[in-house]
């Protein structure tokens, strides 16, 4: 059976674009192998989607409209020409405290909108050391089970940025475990964390690794071409 054509998303965060990022050749531009979808700060979605480039917003909230300054709608995110958003990520859990019942309000308002969530879950340091991986994700994915048409996204948050990163038969067998609690089991699981131009291949070999989330590795384009080549099917 073929392997599943790979999804490779380029998390900018709060910071400028990458230089040459506009390039004729640029690697953040997706020809469909695989499928490159860019999620700059909500100032460089209108310049992404005019190159352009498959883009996604980093957040989306899910009411239509209302009192939340700062904040930016989903279908907003749609109107303006994104594909995709991400959804709980662990930075967005962290410092905006936002919890798995919120996170599973924004999937659902996404699908309703026409977007692809990307909805990232993913444990921390004591948990992991506490053995308790398999229970965080659960809980994480409690509330989207039986969702389809979205992507999920595992990022073991001790591994973001950190350089540390599990294996990549550790990242599988995580990757099978998300995939046995889902209602659609086509549904693609992407790995993020420390993910590089040197290890991107190791994990695209894996059969339950779908593609990858990549954060710091996408704000270097020569470094992010590596990753869009490994993914190459």
């Known amino acids: 059976m073929p392997k599943k054509k790979l999804f490779i998303g380029a998390n900018w965060k709060m910071n400028q674009a990458p230089l040459l990022w506009d390039a004729s050749d640029s690697p953040y531009r997706s020809n469909g192998n695989p499928d490159v979808v860019v ?28 009192a939340f300054t700062g904040d930016i709608a989903m279908k907003e995110l749609r109107k303006v020409g994104c594909t995709h958003v991400l959804c709980g990520h662990s930075e967005r859990r962290r410092h ?6 919120f996170v599973a309000k924004q999937v659902e308002s996404a699908l309703q909108c026409g977007l ?10 004591d948990q992991r050391e506490m053995d308790e991986t398999k229970e965080v994700l659960a809980e994480q994915l409690l509330r989207c089970v039986a969702m389809k048409d979205m992507i999920v996204a595992y990022e073991p948050v001790w591994a ?19 995939r046995s609690l ?20 190791g994990f695209f070999a894996e059969e339950e690794i779908d593609g990858a989330l990549v954060g710091g590795a996408s704000l270097k384009l020569e470094e992010f071409r590596k990753i869009v080549t490994a993914a190459k099917r």
């Open 116 to 125: 692809t969530p990307v909805l990232c879950i993913g444990e921390n340091a």
């Open 39 to 66: 999620f700059p700060s909500s100032l460089d979605l209108h310049s992404c989607i005019q190159e352009k480039f498959a883009v996604g917003g980093q957040y989306g909230r899910p009411e239509a409209a209302g």
């Open 96 to 101: 905006h405290e936002e919890s798995d019942a």
């Open 160 to 178: 973001i940025g950190t350089g540390r990163t599990p294996t990549q038969k550790e990242v599988d067998e995580t990757h099978k475990f998300i």
């Open 182 to 201: 889902l209602k659609d089991k086509s549904t693609r699981i992407i790995y993020g964390g420390s993910v590089t131009g040197e290890n991107a291949a």
